[in-house]
T-cell receptor
Framework: IAGITQAPTSQILAAGRRMTLRCTQDMRHNAMYWYRQDLGLGLRLIHYSNTAGTTGKGEVPDGYSVSRANTDDFPLTLASAVPSQTSVYFC????????????FGPGTRLTVT | AQKITQTQPGMFVQEKEAVTLDCTYDTSDQSYGLFWYKQPSSGEMIFLIYQGSYDEQNATEGRYSLNFQKARKSANLVISASQLGDSAMYFCAMREGWGFGNEKLTFGTGTRLTIIP
């Protein structure tokens, strides 16, 4: 069982380019999340999805979009990357309606130049 | 106002000593949950312990315990008999509300713990 996989592991991207970060889970969790981690700021929620077909905005959604076509996949797209989007991005998932913890992927380190 | 506050950016602790990492939270919900995660230098996020707002006893998981003081809105993590492998970043997080659609977490800024041999 892989849990949550993210791709790519790291990426250097020119400003203005479009980029999709991939996230796949094999635990059949209903809820999925995207966070960004920046030094001194902890993890901040970008977007989330409570179930396939629905998405919602988190604390820092500007410049990002997500889709949830099925239970397993939750891609994050940067339509036109800017240097302030340089960060480590974590995808996570959890069972809905429980006290269970969120399971995290290994992260994607993105540098926008 | 910050929903989760971790006031210790860094801590140094001698190996085998106990360590307390502070976390205070702010919420008006009656139903909420508090989590602690560990992030070693390799970068992955590891769940450590959970405390529900209605749990009467403090949560414990092996060497980890959560000192939950509801009136003070604090949820400190206690690590007993610290080990070199405990050196990592530690994050406190809160889930507000209960049930479907209320699983989002708000994280603190973290505490970097270094265990000294």
């Amino acid at each position: 069982i892989a849990g949550i996989t993210q791709a790519p592991t790291s990426q250097i991207l020119a400003a203005g380019r479009r980029m999709t970060l991939r996230c796949t889970q094999d635990m059949r969790h209903n809820a999925m999340y995207w966070y960004r981690q920046d030094l001194g700021l902890g993890l901040r929620l970008i977007h989330y999805s409570n179930t396939a077909g629905t998405t919602g905005k988190g604390e820092v959604p500007d410049g990002y979009s997500v889709s949830r076509a099925n239970t397993d996949d939750f891609p994050l797209t940067l339509a036109s990357a800017v240097p302030s989007q340089t960060s480590v991005y974590f995808c996570a998932s959890s069972e809905s309606g429980t006290t269970n913890e969120q399971y995290f992927g290994p992260g994607t380190r993105l540098t926008v130049t | 106002a910050q929903k989760i506050t971790q006031t210790q950016p860094g801590m140094f602790v001698q190996e085998k000593e106990a360590v307390t990492l502070d976390c205070t939270y702010d919420t008006s919900d009656q139903s909420y949950g508090l989590f602690w995660y560990k992030q070693p230098s390799s970068g992955e996020m590891i769940f450590l312990i959970y405390q529900g707002s209605y749990d009467e006893q403090n949560a414990t998981e092996g060497r980890y315990s959560l000192n939950f003081q509801k009136a003070r809105k604090s949820a400190n993590l206690v690590i007993s008999a610290s080990q070199l492998g405990d050196s990592a970043m530690y994050f406190c997080a809160m889930r507000e509300g209960w049930g479907f659609g209320n699983e989002k977490l708000t994280f603190g800024t973290g505490t970097r713990l270094t265990i000294i041999p």
